[in-house]
């Protein structure tokens, strides 16, 4: 357990140098450029070896040992990323330019927040899935890109915007949280069932 509290501390701070980069990036308006470097950060969690919530939710087993160790990733991915979001306050134009990201992302119909999480959680486990096929970083920063300028929602990354950038708690605020895990969720996990029974297909061919 202390190895996966250690491991998820350290996806969340790598998960939140990335939205750090992303958000200096977006305020002198090169959000291209930013989803790119964006991918430094779970890129480092793949070759550092790190727990990342959305990079493990895909291949959930249904045992009490797995889904506890999933909830102490989360919570621990939380902390790190929380850890540099505290850093990023102290710059002033990231916490002008996140609280417009965050504006903006609360601005969305709950379905849309939805959808768009559901969609991260597939460009997620696609990330994942094409990396430890083929060892291919390039994949990973295609797959990042992607989910960024298509406006996914990310439950880790966001909370990154919300810490440097909300300026007061809603309900709404709190559910949209509640849709990103959940949405992250389910599109990581449709996606993996999706791949795993196109093998066994293969295989019984």
Same mark, same amino acid.
């Given at each position: 357990m202390k190895n996966n509290i250690f491991k998820s501390i350290l996806a969340g701070i790598l998960i939140g140098i990335g939205s750090y980069i992303y958000i200096i990036m977006l305020n002198l308006g090169y959000k291209v450029i930013g989803s790119c470097l964006f991918s430094l950060g779970l890129i480092s969690v793949f070759l550092l070896e790190a727990n990342l919530f959305t990079g493990k939710i895909g291949s959930i087993e249904l045992n009490s040992k797995c889904i506890i160790n999933l909830l102490i990733t989360l919570l621990f991915n939380f902390v790190g990323i929380g850890l540099i979001a505290l850093v990023g306050l102290l710059n002033g134009d990231l916490v002008i330019k996140s609280a417009e990201v965050v504006a903006s992302k609360l601005s969305k119909e709950w379905y849309q927040i939805l959808f768009d999480s559901i969609m991260c959680g597939v460009m997620i486990e696609l990330a994942v899935l094409l990396y430890k096929k083929s060892k291919n970083l390039f994949t990973t920063v295609l797959s990042i890109m992607v989910f960024?300028? %298509?406006?996914?929602?990310?439950?880790? %990354?966001?909370?990154f915007y919300y810490i440097t950038g909300y300026q007061s708690f809603t309900y709404f605020a709190f559910l949209a949280f509640v849709f990103y895990i959940l949405g992250n969720s389910i599109g990581a996990i449709t996606l993996h069932l999706i791949f795993k029974l196109t093998i066994k297909e293969e295989k019984q061919e």
């Open positions: 960024i300028l %298509a406006g996914f929602e990310h439950c880790i %990354a966001n909370l």
